[in-house]
């Protein structure tokens, strides 16, 4: 199919059909799903340049998971694919200037938070299942320059139950638009390239990386399927967000309510998340949370307000490595009464927060496995069901998170699930009784 570029000339691009429905689909998201070497970035850099091609003056931002990745396989395919001549490529500022004036910009998408601020025509997600999820829905909100049709698009081989899944294929929804696309459906591969693939990988692994599948790979999956998917027609939007969408609010505390909080503190300028999970200690319905990549100041302030403002939520801060810091700034703030303490069987504790070692980790997600296979639980925020579809079992039977994904939702909740057990709440004074009764 012709596409024009300067000057006044004509390429011919070669796309297989699948290729071709993707790049031409008008719905306001789509997406690529498919095995290694079936064409996925080579797609989403096609549909950049005609959507450039038919809007002058547009801008575009491009990611991909890592700066490695984007610069070892997306650029390289931007510079395959785009006619000599047409663009100039800035290292420096990491951004294109096609010769109609579009310009992308790309980025990383390590820190959702570094895509915040530019009003975009369209955006394209590189690798997307290895994205956390946030940056997908930061990216939606940044679709507001004036007088271009809003895209977004995103190419990925699957990585589980993961937020690709939820947002394209557990559904149909209007305005958004899939294909799933085996690595043998590119008729532009090598002969031999799928059946030497084949000779190496295992079933479940070639149904993923060849077939483009959903699937759980390298092991099985930890917590029930069916349950989670259950979970998936529950959760929601926040009803409000702070601190520019760290913190969410799906339910406002209520008078006398009581709430229990857990707290996985893992911050660091690359890796795990910060996440704090609030939930009512009666119905276990998640009210709150917050998550993020958040100085340790900046944790122990939001988390104390958060804890504060739900009825002095009682709560188990995970004091493993730097998470240490952030729990000893939160009882430095005044909470030291309403925190479980790890000697908690002393008559005077004097070491806060949660142990996450080798005794304690087996237990609380084995306990947290049985909830959800009860359906004791009731989370709200998708990306904790979309961290527990791809939370497993390896080959030796060791549970964590699938390779590419994160567990701080996860661990947050199994350490809110134990502090139903720890928390203690008092009753109103009864008249006629001498004590008050503790839960």
């Known amino acids: 199919m012709p596409v024009a570029v300067p000057p006044k000339s004509k390429i011919n691009i070669q796309a297989f059909p699948k290729q071709w429905e993707f790049i031409l689909s008008e ?18 850099v096609i549909k950049a340049m005609e959507y450039m091609n038919r809007y002058p003056n547009s801008l575009g931002m491009v990611t991909a998971p890592t700066y ?17 001549g047409s663009f100039r490529y800035n290292k420096r500022d990491e951004t294109l200037r096609y010769y109609n004036g579009s310009e992308i910009l790309f980025r990383s998408t390590d820190d959702p938070d570094t895509l915040r601020g ?7 997600m590189d690798e997307a299942a290895m994205s956390p999820h946030e940056s997908f829905r930061i990216l939606q909100g940044r679709l507001r320059q004036q007088g271009y049709p809003h895209k977004g698009w995103l190419t990925t081989t699957p990585k589980g139950f993961n937020w690709v899944y939820i947002e394209f294929a557990k559904e149909i929804r209007p305005d958004y638009w899939s294909a799933i696309v085996s690595s043998r459906d590119n008729p532009f591969l090598p002969p031999e390239f799928v059946k030497n693939l084949e000779e190496s990988y295992p079933d479940d692994f070639a149904l993923q990386e060849i077939e483009g599948q959903f699937i759980i790979v390298g092991g099985t999956s930890f917590f029930m399927v069916d349950r989670l998917k259950d979970f998936l027609n529950d959760c929601e939007e926040p009803r409000e967000t702070r601190l520019g969408g760290a913190v969410k609010i799906w339910k406002p505390a209520v008078v006398a309510g009581k709430y229990i909080a857990g707290g996985d503190l893992a911050w660091g300028e690359t890796g795990a998340y910060d996440c704090l999970t609030i939930w009512d200690w009666q119905t276990m319905e998640q009210v709150a949370e917050i998550h993020g990549r958040i100085p340790e100041d900046e944790m122990a302030l939001e988390s104390f307000k958060l804890m504060k403002e739900y009825n002095d939520a009682y709560v188990g801060l995970e004091r493993n490595g730097e998470g240490i810091n952030v729990v000893n700034k939160v ?10 303490f790890k000697d908690w069987a002393s008559s005077n504790p004097i070491s806060p927060g949660w142990q996450t070692d080798s005794k304690t980790r087996p237990i609380m997600l084995g306990e947290l496995e049985q909830a959800v296979r ?3 639980l009731r989370p709200r925020c998708s990306a904790l069901v979309n961290e527990m579809l791809t939370f497993i079992r390896d080959e030796k039977g060791r549970p964590g998170s699938q390779s590419g994904a994160y567990d701080d939702h996860v661990m947050s909740t199994a350490i809110a699930w134990q502090m139903r057990s720890f928390a203690k709440f008092h009753d109103p004074y009864v008249p006629g009784t001498q004590t008050l009764r503790m839960f």
Do not use: H, Q
């Open 27 to 44: 719905s306001t998201y789509s997406a690529f799903i498919g095995g290694v070497g079936s064409g996925k970035t080579e797609g989403g």
């Open 68 to 84: 490695r990745m984007l610069s070892d396989s997306t650029l390289r395919t931007f510079f395959n694919v785009l006619p000599p």
């Open 118 to 124: 530019p009003n975009l025509a369209w955006f394209y």
């Open 331 to 340: 009882e430095e703030l005044g909470y030291k009464n309403r925190m479980f």
């Open 374 to 376: 009860n359906l004791a």
